[in-house]
Structure formats: structure tokens, C-alpha cells
């Protein structure tokens, strides 16, 4: 990981996953409400203390990262501070690359042409005297704008996943809508994706551009599976938001790759806020879900 | 402007608009690469100096604020350089503010439940000891996610614009693909935008959830303009990206109302970078520009 555009982006992070033998992802989306009691309180009111935002989401990429392949960082929760929140970020960031892990941000970026530009620059490039190390390997990006608005991310060694069918209720009011050919909204973004990625594809096959795809939209997945049959599907839903084993197990290629599944509050939240050994918890559940989901796809045993 | 929260952000908007007489917004997306040359070069090697940046874009809200009522930044373009471009943005925002200029934040954010109100925190609130003024008025939204990606934002005193129908050549493949009710997705998200919207309209009748639609796309501004009576429609894409009086004018209510077009280049970049009176040029492009617009819709004669 220490060199991340050396290669493509997709074939780094199917290696990634072989090596954990888990197709998983854990997400962080730290709130100052929610923090470890020892971690100590964040300054509210005056200039943000970062520190025990930092030290919460240290340890938890310590406890989750022998088990896991890859995190996803909630980019809103980092923005919401500023100047200090966009710093914790990148150090975070270049932290899970210490360790080994691939790192998705959850940005959902979207716009036009130059401005995609702008936003693939803020995403993929170090600024200064920061490490490469520092920025994220992929980002999540919104599809609603077309091919001038996904293209850009698509940088050397980088990757994208776009959103094609969201994991909350709201989406189905566009989403699912059903065109007059018969598709649906959120498969005719599939297709879309499907044949801008295909110039991106790695040696493995599937491609830089990869697809949103939520757990609990259960009877959509198998289609968008087949619409996009090189993407890699990055499985929000799990977990807290009410998708099970068998949901996210449509949204796998029949031999068992080309989908990453993320859980977020039930592995860094999988503790009350007083308990001494909340960092043994966050480790506990982050290896019960690489362990269920790994086992589920028949890489485990 | 110097309490924003207090008013609604749509009746605010329209008094701004009627205090100019002109409908319009100049958009500052500055890159390193375009800045006058008077300003100084832009240190991008090591940390980055965002001096030369800021003095053009105080230049530039010097020159248009005695013409327009309204400006819109890019985010792209100072997320790129991270903390300092973070830092500059607020500064920026808040001397806006101090010229009684209304701030639209070009963010183009979007994500689920509580995400978005994370990103709603991000734009709208200070930090610490920021001012309130250091904080957008209004913010562009991705409507993909559907309506728990959008209420977030429509916090008291603040408005939100969401993409229905974008200026770009790629917006066609989702936007203009046609439903099996007839109408096109755009349409049916237009809908949706004038369904959520009705709930936050203020003593205009206008509502705090308004519209991006595209001056490019005049096939497309009347029939959308009857979905959404009731939203502000920010009108992108005059000028640099093609589009001319005619296509905007459709945009607007048939008494000259419920729009907000914009300008970006054509206005912020009408000079060479060698020009000494560059100055001098984006407030004559900001005059012309307020002074065409402002007549086509009789504010102006």
C-alpha cells in the first residue's frame, strides 16, 4: 500500500481481499456524540480539539485492521470541523495505509468536467509536502451527471465507485422509477457505468470504476449484477441498516468475488460509550463480520 | 446579509435579486493556471500559498458587487489545496457577506440520512469561533438519493438547490431518458424537488429547496418550470458554456421571477493574464452581464 498508483486499483484491492480472506470494508463515521468515553470530549463550543476523534478512529484501525482489507471514511464527518477535520482526515488516512489497508472515501463527489477535475485533484492528489500516502486509494462518486462527471476520477492507480442503487429508503423515489423500455432508473446507470469502465479494467478484470450498490435493496442486486458483470460492487447496508448474509451474497459474481461489503456503526459502535475494553469490541465484531462474510462467500472455513 | 439565519433564504434571495435588478449570480472557480498574473504565482510545489488566489477572488467581489446580488463559489477548487484552500473558502464567504452579497456554495453535495446532515453541518454551521458570516447561504445538492438526501439541508434561514437538469453533455444519458409514464427522469425529479420543496416556501412564495437547470437545455426549462412554480431555478451555463439570453429566459416565471442565472469565465476571466486593468474588465463583464440579463427580464430598461 505504500505506493498506491504503482497499480490498478481494482487488482490491488481483489489482492487485498485475498489476503484477508474477507470481501469487507469497515466504515468510520466518527461523531463526537458517539466516542468512547476515554477518548476524552471534543471541544464543542470553541476551536475543535480533534484528538479524541483521532485517537477513537486510531484504534479502531488498530482493532479492525488484522481482520479487514480495506476502511471507508465518512468524508462529512471530517468536513463538519474544518480546517482541523480536514488534517485528522489525511493523517488518518496515511495511518490506515501504515497499516496495510486499502482506504475508500466516502465522499459521494459530483460535477462537471473542469470541476470533476477540481474534485479528482482534491480526492487523489497530495498537496505540498503531504505523502501520497495520505490521500484515499478510492472515492465514491455521484452518477447523475454522466460519463463528464465520472471520467475524471478515473486517475492512474485510483479507482471510483459510483452510486447506482442507494441502501436508504429516499432512493427509490428516482432510482427505481421504470423507463419505458422496462429498466429501471438505477439499471440504466449500471449500463452506464458498466461501458465507461470497461477501458478501465485491470489484469483481473474488473474495473477502476466499480458500483454502489446497497445491501437492502436485496431484489435488485442480482440484476445489476449482470448489467455489470466487471464492476467491483461496493455492498453498503450491512448490518445496522437491516441487510443480511443473503442480501449482500447476490451482489457477488457466482464464484465468490467482485463485491466488498461495508459495515460501519455496528463494528466501530459495537460498545456502550463507558466500557473500559470498547477497543477488544471494535476488533471482536470486525472479526465476526470478516468471518461471517468471508465464510458466506466460501473463503473461509 | 449580516444575519443570514434570520430571513428565509428564498424571500432574502429575491429582495438581493431586486435590490440589483438582475436576476444573476457571478460563479468564482479559481485555478492557479488563470490567475492574473499581478496577483503573484501560486506556490504548488511545496505548501501552498493561496495569497495570490485570494487577492483575485477579493478582486473579483469588488468588481461585481456593486452589479449582481449573488456569487457562487466552486468547492473543488479550494478543497484541492486542503486546509489552506478550507481556510480561504470562509475567509472568502465572510468578505462576501461583508460586500451584502449572497453566498451560493457550488458543493453539489449528497448522501443518506444522517451523512447528510453531516454535510449540512459542514456548509451551514461555523466552527468554533468562526463568524456566522463565514457560512453559505446556499448550497447545491444531488437529488439521486432521493428526499432523506435532501431535507437535511433546508435548515432555517438556508436554502439548497438541487440538480435536476445539468448544463453538461453527459447529463443527457440519465436526465433525459425517457420513464414509462412519458415523462423524462429530470421531469420525475423535478417533481419530487416541487413535492419536498412546498413544505419550505417563504412569504415570496418561493421555496428554500430550488433547482439547477441548465441554460443549455432550453428544449427542457418550460416544461420544468411548470413542475416547479415554486422553486428558484439557478440558471448555469450562460455565457462560456454556450448558452444565450433566449434559453435563460425561459427559466424564469412568466413575470419575470423564480431564476437565478449564472456566469462564471465569461465574467471572472474576461481579461488576459498580462492585462493590468484586469480589474477594470470583470466589473465591466459583471455590468454587461447583470445589465443583458436584467433587461431581457424588464427589471432593467
Avoid at 483481473?204 to 460492487?233: C, N
Amino acid at each position: 500500500m505504500s505506493n498506491p498508483p504503482a497499480t490498478h486499483a481494482a487488482d490491488r484491492l481483489l489482492a487485498a481481499i485475498e489476503s484477508k480472506r474477507a470481501p469487507v470494508c469497515v466504515g468510520l463515521d466518527p461523531v463526537a456524540e458517539r466516542l468512547p468515553l476515554s477518548v476524552g470530549e471534543m471541544n464543542r463550543a470553541g476551536i475543535p480539539d480533534m484528538n479524541p476523534l483521532v485517537k477513537y478512529c486510531v484504534a479502531v484501525l488498530d482493532g479492525v485492521a488484522p481482520h479487514v482489507p480495506c476502511v471507508k471514511f465518512q468524508s462529512a464527518c471530517f468536513e463538519r470541523f474544518r480546517m482541523p477535520g480536514v488534517a485528522a482526515l489525511g493523517w488518518l488516512i496515511k495511518y490506515a495505509h501504515s497499516l496495510d489497508l486499502m482506504v475508500i472515501l466516502d465522499a459521494k463527489r459530483g460535477d462537471i468536467g473542469v470541476s470533476a477535475e477540481h474534485y479528482a485533484a482534491a480526492v487523489f492528489e497530495p498537496v505540498g509536502p503531504e505523502s501520497k500516502d495520505s490521500v484515499c486509494d478510492w472515492v465514491t462518486i455521484n452518477s447523475y451527471l454522466g460519463e463528464d462527471g465520472i471520467t475524471p476520477f478515473l486517475r492512474k492507480g485510483h479507482g471510483a465507485f459510483a452510486l447506482v442503487r442507494t441502501s436508504n429508503p429516499g432512493g427509490d423515489a428516482i432510482q427505481d422509477l421504470e423507463l419505458k423500455d422496462g429498466r429501471r432508473v438505477a439499471e440504466a446507470v449500471a449500463q452506464l457505468i458498466a461501458k465507461i469502465g470497461n477501458a478501465h479494467r485491470g489484469k483481473s478484470g474488473y474495473s477502476a470504476l466499480g458500483a454502489v450498490v446497497g445491501a437492502t435493496k436485496r431484489q435488485d442486486a442480482s440484476r445489476l449484477r449482470e448489467w455489470m458483470p466487471h464492476q467491483i460492487f461496493l455492498v453498503p447496508g450491512f448490518g445496522a441498516q437491516g441487510g443480511g448474509v443473503d442480501d449482500v451474497l447476490r451482489c457477488f459474481n457466482s464464484d465468490g468475488h467482485g463485491a466488498i461489503v461495508s459495515a460501519s456503526r455496528s463494528v466501530t459502535y459495537a460498545f456502550e460509550r463507558d466500557d473500559p475494553k470498547w477497543m477488544e469490541a471494535v476488533g471482536e465484531a470486525a472479526a465476526r463480520f470478516a468471518d461471517a462474510i468471508g465464510s458466506a462467500v466460501g473463503m473461509r472455513r
